[in-house]
């Protein structure tokens, strides 16, 4: 994508990435995602935010598009990941003047990432940086996405760029802005974006938008996805009810099973939650990435686990998919549990006990032995009834 004009003296400057399989080298990308640079161009000339290491030459020919790079005077790191901050030895480079501002937590990171010590200077929360023309101001948001996180605010123009923060995956497919995407797909990326990078600073989220409730934003610009002009509130509001855990009217069953026994009991469990009106998705956990998984589960607020009884314990692809859910601490969810055993049980008994830090409304469990009968697959469809009508009051 070429530079694009967002509003008078802000253009974005970033990149598409198409090539990075995996983000932080275990999710995957299966339709790439953006790195977002913002360049403010007032007296002086501020970039806000960059790019990963690999794409920095695109950044500088995009900013050479709209300004001579080795001009800039600010480069505003809101955040030093590195697929927004591996740029920065290039662009010191490149221009040798240009000062760093980020927040006081970020200057050991800046050192010990980039051994970067010079020309840089730690902004306060609520600074204020003057360019003649257009002004910043920059407010800390910390752990969102790590300590040092920090969100920038240009008053004139009333855009937030907001970092990781109102971010998605998802390259911009010949598109910026939300009114010109298909926003099915791209609130889609940012769910699982949420689920699999932010997910885990829920609280941190939360008491970012209180305190950039505060601010007259008219465009959000975050690092990733596409830049909020129409409707900023959109994506507010979908982070903020990502952040709740409050999850849809609906249910997932997510299941593994070794020898389809256990499929016909989620098949069953499906039935029991449509036949009460509720929509649900089957997941198999042996087939569909746990990232993945761990989106549908962040989308949803039933949940329906199955498993048979695998080694005395649960089936290590469910297992695994647990395992991320605790990481992420999923909370708020109303959950059913069902699992098939041969000569003994475990993998329900042990599903339940993975599971009760959480502290979900456990509304059943069934358990069955080898193939389900007409009468064992009659209390899965009750469980997902139950489930679905729990999850609709
Ligand atoms: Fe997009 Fe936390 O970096």
Known sequence: MSPSAIRPGIFWVGVNDRVTDLFEGQWPLPHGVSYNAYLVVGERVALVDGVKAPFGEELLRHIAEVVPPEGIAYLIVNHLEPDHSGALPLLRRVAPGAEILATKAALPLLDALYGIRDRVRAVSDGETLDLGGKCLSFHAIPFVHWPETMATYEETQRILFSCDAFGGFGALDGVLFDDEADLTHYEGEAIRYYANIVGAVSKPVLRAIDKLGDLPIEVIAPSHGVVWRRDPGRVVDLYGRLARMEGEPAVTVLYGSM?????????????????????????????VHPSTVLAEVWRRKGLVLGSPTYDTGIFPPVDQVLRLILAKRVLNRVVGLFGSLGWQGGAVRKMADEVAPLGWDLVDKVEFKGAPRRDDLARGEELGRAVAERVRR
Not at 268 to 276: D, L, Q
């Open 259 to 287: 020898y389809d026994h256990t499929r016909e009991m989620a098949d069953a469990v499906a039935r029991g939650v449509t036949g009460a009106g509720v929509s649900v998705r089957v997941v198999d956990a042996a087939r």
